[in-house]
């Protein structure tokens, strides 16, 4: 399936900021494939950078008319790819709360690490996709 096809059906996408400066890759993204809320999976929305923290996230997206959302249960404890969230049933629950989401248009999962076969977010997305049988595309 090519990019101009995906960003006309609904998908579940991730990013991962990296060591990017700015948002522009970021914002591309979430134009390109109209997204409607961002989830930040970080278990911690602190970065090496200060424009990556959730608030500053937040003001970004809700100045692009984007929802932005924290969920911190779907954090990683394991500092690998291998997801072992804080807390099963939380983690649970904030799966099931953005499913309903990810019914209703694009959404963006979001974390750290930039190659999503190193991080926990694929992980995450599998699971969602699953629950919602909506295809998952990681972005790089």
Not at 50 to 77: H, M, P, V
Not at 116 to 122: A, E, G, I, L, Y
Not at 124 to 134: E, K, M, T, Y
Request: a positive charge; one cysteine or more.
């Amino acid at each position: 399936m090519k990019i101009k096809d995906i960003a006309k059906t609904r998908c579940i996408l991730t990013f991962g900021y990296g060591n990017r400066k700015d948002y522009d890759a970021f914002l591309e993204y979430l134009q390109k494939f109209d997204v409607g809320c961002v989830v930040d999976v970080r278990m911690v929305t602190r970065a090496w950078s200060r424009k990556w923290y959730g608030d500053k996230i937040k003001i970004f997206c809700e100045l692009n008319n984007i929802e932005y959302i924290s969920k911190t249960a779907l954090g990683n404890t394991s500092g690998k790819e291998n997801w072992i969230p804080i807390n099963q049933e939380e983690a649970k629950k904030a799966l099931h709360e953005i499913a309903q989401i990810a019914q209703t248009g694009n959404i963006l999962l979001l974390c750290a690490e930039m190659n999503p076969n190193r991080c926990h977010r694929k992980e995450v997305a599998d699971c969602l996709g699953n629950l919602v049988s909506i295809p998952v595309k990681h972005l790089e």
